[in-house]
């Protein structure tokens, strides 16, 4: 059971994600932001545990060289480097980024998501 990043692509991607999390609400806004997941072409990482079930994420992804990404309209601050923040957390070294929404299919416990 989880939430799925696959690669589709000829090399590494780097994905972030953004999950609810009502631990952060104290925080302005009750979603976390957690990165960077490596992963090669061809394969793929498990970045949450547990059923998806109609759950509502955000990610970005872009490949090695960010000469390739996948976004969306949801920005928020990201920086290179790991990290597990709230959705509001940003820092000097951190990039306004926009984040593409997906919803889980409700019958799914499971949830992949293609990098084409």
Known sequence: MGLYFRNSTSTTVWVAYAYSNGGCASEGDPWSKKGWYGIAPNTEAKV?????????????AENQDRSRNWSGA????????????????GSTDSRLLGLRKIIAPVTSIDHTINLT
């Not at 949801?74 to 959705?87: E, K």
């Open 48 to 60: 949450r545990s547990g059923p998806v079930n109609g759950a509502k994420y955000f990610f970005f």
């Open 74 to 89: 949801f920005t928020t601050q990201l920086p290179d480097r790991a990290f597990d923040w709230c959705w509001s957390t």
